[in-house]
């Protein structure tokens, strides 16, 4: 069975810094593009992606988070993690992993989601 388990959320003030991961299992993720993506506490809007690494190991942000956040992986992408510093009020959300892989077989997969709060 197939499971992305998140953890490392939690509640900072804004300028702090948290570090998420995601524990990667039951099959081959080296194939794997990976991502983090986030939902507003409200679920009002569509989740949306927050940091992205690619195939070959290129990596893409979303504009507001391009310099504060790194995505990054290990152990052949079975741990993936997102590093935020300089955390913003607007950060807040939920946080989810997901990949979406080709070899062997293709398949997208998804976290349970960890929440991170920033207060003010």
């Known amino acids: 069975q197939v499971q992305l388990v998140e953890s490392g959320g939690g509640s900072v003030q804004a300028g702090g810094s948290l570090k998420l991961s995601c524990a990667a299992s039951g099959r081959l993720f080296s194939s794997c593009e990976m991502g983090w993506y986030r939902q507003d506490l409200e679920k009002k809007r569509e989740r949306e992606s927050v940091a992205y690494i690619w195939r070959d190991d290129t990596t893409d942000y979303a504009p507001s988070v391009k310099g504060r956040f790194t995505i990054s992986h290990a152990g052949g992408r079975t741990n993936l993690y997102l590093e935020m510093n300089s955390l913003k009020t607007e950060d807040a959300g939920v946080y989810y992993c997901?990949?979406?892989?080709?070899?062997?077989?293709?398949?997208?997969?998804w976290g349970q989601g960890t929440q991170v709060n920033v207060s003010s």
């Open positions: 997901f990949a979406r892989c080709f070899y062997p077989d293709s398949g997208d997969y």
